[in-house]
């Protein structure tokens, strides 16, 4: 599948759960700058102390620190034909660097209430090592507590109470980059946050396979 994605939606509104269907339908390359940016996080380095510390308390990381991360992405092979870019552009600044980089061919906004948002984090539990995601109750893992994966045992994100200040950052920094995307001409597409996983499979899929045509 040649296209290349925008993920934008709320913090746990299911953009990494979306990213993981896709990725299994159609083989696109996965880049997440909260994934690769926790990596950095565990670090003992003063980089890693500072990547931490912004991240913990759910503010957004300087640019310097993020485009270094996503140009390197850019640039390798598996990324030259297609790819899914969850977690970048996070302002308007970001996405007009990265509309100068690469040609974007469309934009899925995941659309949830931000109480709903709340109530269903409080299920998560994430992968420190693969990034995979699940919920205890939605999307358990076939061995409680235990990455499908990869074996590590699973824990609960360190940013997970700072969840109503992400939404603030979401609302004022993030949303108005799908506004200045279409501006430019870039479809965008929006898929209900909080459909069953089965629904947004075939919602996706149909999604991606009509629009390639
Ligand atoms: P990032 O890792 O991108 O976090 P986020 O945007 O806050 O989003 P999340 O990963 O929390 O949620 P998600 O939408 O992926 O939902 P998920 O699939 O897990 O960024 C983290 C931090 O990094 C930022 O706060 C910032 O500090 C920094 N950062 C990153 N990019 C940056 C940038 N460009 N510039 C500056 N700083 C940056 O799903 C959530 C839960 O719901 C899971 O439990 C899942 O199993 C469940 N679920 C999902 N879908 C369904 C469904 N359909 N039905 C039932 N349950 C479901
Ligand atoms: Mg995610």
Redesign the pocket.
Same mark, same amino acid.
């Given at each position: 599948m040649n296209k290349k994605l925008i993920l934008i $939606?709320p913090?746990?509104? $299911?953009?990494?759960?979306i990213a993981d269907l896709l990725i299994e339908k159609f083989n696109f390359t996965h880049i =997440?700058?909260?994934?690769s /940016?926790r990596i950095v996080a565990e670090e003992q380095s003063e980089l890693g102390i500072k990547v931490k510390t %912004?991240?913990n308390e759910? $503010?957004? /990381?300087p640019d310097e620190i993020?485009d270094e991360i996503i140009k390197e992405a850019l640039s390798k092979e598996d990324a030259k034909d297609s790819f899914i870019l969850? $977690? #970048?552009?996070?302002h308007v600044g970001?996405a007009e660097k990265l509309i100068d980089w690469v040609k974007i061919d469309e934009v899925v906004v995941?659309d949830m209430k931000d109480e709903d948002i709340i109530e269903? /984090?409080n299920?998560?539990r994430t992968c420190p090592k693969c990034g995979a =995601? #699940?919920?205890i109750v939605? %999307?358990p893992p076939k061995v409680e507590g235990i990455c499908d994966f990869c074996g590590t045992k699973l824990i609960k994100r360190a940013?997970e109470d700072k969840i109503k200040h992400?939404l603030d950052v979401y609302h004022k920094e993030t949303e108005p980059v799908i506004e200045f995307l279409k501006n430019k001409g870039i479809r965008i597409q929006k898929v209900p946050?909080?459909?069953?996983?089965k629904t947004?499979k075939e919602w996706m899929g149909n999604l991606i396979v009509y629009n390639q045509e």
């Open positions: $939606g913090p746990g509104a $299911g953009k990494g759960t =997440s700058t909260g994934n /940016l %912004i991240m759910g $503010g957004l /990381l993020v969850d $977690g #970048y552009p996070r970001q995941v269903r /984090l299920g998560r =995601s #699940y919920h939605n %999307i940013d992400r946050g909080d459909f069953d996983v947004q």
